[in-house]
């Protein structure tokens, strides 16, 4: 019995990866919407219960990226969140898009779908029931964490993205998982009212400190302090300072 139970699960055990496709430079579709869930991966204690999801909406022939995100930790939030690399600004809004507030981007457009063309391939593994390839950038000496990139080896489209999600301690190490979906971006006036209809004109600037402190990380985090779900404008920022990716 031990023999046949053996012969029925190693073959199993033994499913290497498919050498075709081979790989490609991993390169996001300049237009994609996205159904997206993420956790935290390593952190501080209390935000190791934290989940998210959502939709992301990435633009990069119009230097745009909205995300209309949930947040749970024993407690939910909602917000939507616009990258508008024309106006230069990141702004945050309530989910009803009745409030909202802005700070400079830090570098001047979205991030570049290629910015993983130049990481290390690390190997072909099973994603989210899909096979992807993987693509590493050495960011640990510099900002604790690695970046890292699947990608869907069939279709070339993200399946999950992990990274570090704050430049100081606490050093916090997010993954993100994706569902591309290419379709909404056909109907070229319905994709355009995903960002032309927010009303950035009501934002106003995002308060800073009365004695212009930089923000301290190590203080009690909340969630609805930071913009830590822009891992993509992290990670240009720190590419634009390190010149390891593309931005």
């Not at 009803?96 to 400079?104: A, N, Q, R």
């Not at 979906?181 to 070229?188: E, K, Q, R």
């Amino acid at each position: 019995m031990v023999s046949t139970l053996l012969l029925l699960i190693s073959p199993l055990a033994a499913v290497e990866p498919p050498e075709w496709p081979p790989k490609v430079l991993p390169v996001w579709p300049v237009r994609f919407a996205s159904d997206t869930t993420g956790e935290i991966k390593l952190g501080p204690s209390n935000l190791l219960n934290l989940a998210y999801g959502g939709k992301w909406f990435f633009d990069w022939p119009s230097n745009r990226w909205r995300q209309d995100m949930c947040f749970k930790l024993g407690v939910s939030f909602c917000s939507v969140s616009f990258w508008d690399g024309k106006a230069g600004n990141f702004y945050h809004f309530s989910k009803d898009l009745k409030k909202c507030s802005y700070v400079p981007a830090p570098v001047p457009a979205v991030t570049h779908p290629d910015s993983f063309a130049n990481g290390a391939y690390t190997g072909r593994q099973m994603v989210d029931g899909r096979w992807a390839d993987s693509w590493l950038v050495d960011t640990h000496q510099w900002i604790h964490y690695n970046f890292t990139l699947d990608n869907d080896a069939e279709l070339n489209v993200p399946l999950r993205d992990c990274g570090p999600i704050t430049t100081k301690p606490p050093y916090i190490f997010a993954c993100t998982h994706h569902k591309v979906d290419l379709g909404p971006t056909l109907n070229a006036s319905s994709w355009e009212d995903l960002f032309s209809t927010l009303p950035t004109d009501i934002c106003r600037p995002k308060a800073v400190k009365a004695n212009g402190a930089e923000e301290d990380l190590s203080e009690e985090f909340r969630v609805e302090d930071h913009d830590f779900w822009w891992p993509g404008a992290l990670l240009a920022l720190q590419a634009k300072r390190q010149g390891v990716l593309h931005v």
